[in-house]
């Protein structure tokens, strides 16, 4: 990691937990990956990630689609890295659209009890994805293909290839190594999932940061009130997807990551604060592309390393 991504595990200091997918690769094999900066606040971006929303359109005949957005966090960041062109990660995604992909990744993750038998939730069948089922359930995906037939779903086989990457879990209140996982998943320009225990942003303002050669849009967010499900956001917004988070469950709301800036992004002539914030795309039509939140509420670490 560099000194730079040291230095901000050091300043970070925010006590919580994390939930991150990093596939380990070197920042000399990924494109896209640039320096940002306002003002005084820097950081880097990972550019060209997709920003699917919920819901996908459910060719695969689920009972719900609700609470889609482990699968789609995971399936946005999946398609990024097949188009990207790493031979480790060659036709991962079977040259499909985040929406498709992230279907199959819900059959593996066994979102909302539907799905692969193998996962702990086919048993449980709660609303959502659990922690370690999406660990699981990528970790097959990845690997499936025509030649390795696990427990697949009742549809045709799609056309892809089967990689086989070490998936590892790590979950607790250690700070460090997980914003460690973090920082190096973006520096090496591979877009971590990461999972908060619930997802309530509110906008304060947008800023124009300057990502090499271009400006990239960033809304900036405050964390609102604690809330267990996106009922009442959705009653204001029929934007926003139906979600239930349950933290004792392990059930939260997951985003992709695609950057990362420490500081205060507008200075003295703002309401920022001076803060390490993540920017995702969140995978709701309800919320802008690119949104940057104060590092918190997060609940553990997923780890991929090609073999």
Known sequence: MSAFGEGMIRSAGIACLMVIMLVVGSLAE??????????????????????????????????????????????????????????????????????????????????????????????????????KDISAGVSEFVRWDRDKLYDTPPPELIEKSGVDWRVELAEGTVMDEPLAFFLGSIEAGIPPVVCFSYWNPVVVEKEELAVGDENVLVYFASW?????????????????????????????HAVTGVGFIKGDPDGDRGPLPNTFWAIVHDNWAATPENIAIPWDHVAGVVVYVPR
């Open 30 to 131: 990924q494109a896209g990956v640039a320096p940002l900066q306002v003002g005084d606040a820097e950081g880097l971006f990972i550019v060209n990630v997709p920003d699917a929303s919920q819901p996908p359109g459910n060719i695969l005949r689920f009972q719900s689609v609700d609470n889609w957005c482990a699968p789609l966090a995971a399936a946005n960041a999946l398609v990024f890295l097949d188009q990207a062109e790493m031979e480790w990660a060659h036709s991962v995604s079977g040259g499909l659209a985040p929406l498709l992909v992230s279907e199959y990744l819900g059959y593996f993750m066994a979102t909302n009890g539907e799905g692969s038998r193998a996962r702990e939730n086919a048993q449980r069948r709660l609303s959502g994805t659990l922690l």
């Open 224 to 252: 609102g009130d604690r809330i267990a499900s996106t009922g009442v956001l959705h009653k204001a917004d029929p934007k926003v997807p139906a979600e239930v988070w349950d933290e004792k469950q392990a059930i939260g």
